[in-house]
Nanobody, 116 residues
Framework: QVQLVESGGGWVQAGGSLRLSCAAS????????MGWSRQAPGKERESVAR????????YYADSVKGRFTISRDSAKNTVYLQMNSLKPEDTAVYYC?????????WGQGTQVTVSS
């Protein structure tokens, strides 16, 4: 059973930083693309960043380029999202996801709140 468990969300003032973690378990993710998405109240879920399990950066949303960094530690089966220079508009529930072999898995989400 695939499990994606996010952690690291919280409250931070604008300009601050947070690091989100996603612990993946239940299968081998070598051919998977891992990603972070977010959903703000009243808005659709949007993809923020994506990385192949082998470490190739695939995508950053324009709104986070230069501020967010996605990475993974294959030994720990964990994907990270380092978020710097946070803005109030980054406030959302952040979800980890894994795409591969025709399947998509989602974590339960972690709340990030950025105050001005």
């Amino acid at each position: 059973q695939v499990q994606l468990v996010e952690s690291g969300g919280g409250w931070v003032q604008a300009g601050g930083s947070l690091r989100l973690s996603c612990a993946a378990s239940g299968r081998t993710f070598g051919n998977y693309v891992m990603g972070w998405s977010r959903q703000a109240p009243g808005k659709e879920r949007e993809s923020v960043a994506r990385i192949s399990w082998r470490g190739a950066i695939i995508y950053y949303a324009d709104s986070v380029k230069g501020r967010f960094t996605i990475s993974r530690d294959s030994a720990k089966n964990t994907v990270y999202l380092q978020m710097n220079s946070l803005k109030p508009e980054d406030t959302a529930v952040y979800y980890c996801n894994a795409d591969g072999q025709g399947e998509t898995y989602w974590g339960q989400g972690t709340q990030v709140t950025v105050s001005s």
